[in-house]
């Protein structure tokens, strides 16, 4: 099938619900065939993903690079606060306060850390996300994303951590 063709079906599924992309096989088996693409070559030390759409591809990227996969949960959901790293807050696409969190120890000093992820819209989760990796010593050294509804200026700030996309969609 044409690549255009499979953008076309992957986004109108999205219309539907975000949850709808896995459940066409050939679709969810290009994105994830090309959200590991830019990333065969450089070093990377695991793969993150961030609760809960991410969860979608992380896993499933991390397992065909063979690579360890750590999630990046929404804030509060780890009981034992002890365990956690706290990102700093930020407002998501619908406007809500939120933050992100890490268990101790899941990355360490001086990693070369794969982000992947589902859409990034206005890139405040993107940047919280590089915020809490690089405050557990690591280092984002790709980031790779189905949708990107970024404006200019913000894909251009997120280059510098080797960002590719798959689907460009205008807001």
């Excluded at 999205?14 to 969810?28: A, F, G, H, M, R």
């Excluded at 090309?34 to 809960?52: A, E, G, N, Y």
């Excluded at 996300?129 to 557990?136: A, F």
Aim: glycine fraction near 8%; aromatic fraction near 8%; charge should be positive.
């Amino acid at each position: 099938m044409a690549q255009n063709k499979l953008h076309k079906r992957i986004l109108a599924n999205l219309e539907k619900s975000i949850y709808l992309v896995p459940s066409d096989s050939e679709s969810y088996q290009y994105i994830v065939k090309r959200l590991i693409q830019p990333f065969k070559k450089p070093r990377i030390d695991k793969v993150i993903s961030t609760d809960m759409n991410g969860l979608l591809y992380g896993p499933i990227v991390a397992n065909k690079l063979r690579k360890p996969f750590v999630p990046i949960l929404k804030g509060g959901k780890i009981n034992n606060r002890n365990l956690v790293i706290e990102g700093k807050k930020f407002t998501d696409h619908s406007g809500r306060k939120k933050y992100f969190e890490i268990m101790k120890g899941a990355i360490k000093n001086g990693e070369r850390i794969l982000y992947i992820d589902d859409w990034v819209e206005t890139g405040n989760s993107a940047r919280t996300v590089i915020d809490l990796v690089e405050k557990c010593g690591g280092r984002i050294i790709g980031i790779s994303i189905m949708i990107n509804q970024l404006g200019a200026k913000d894909e251009r700030h997120f280059q510098k951590h080797n960002f590719h996309y798959i689907i460009k969609k205008p807001k």
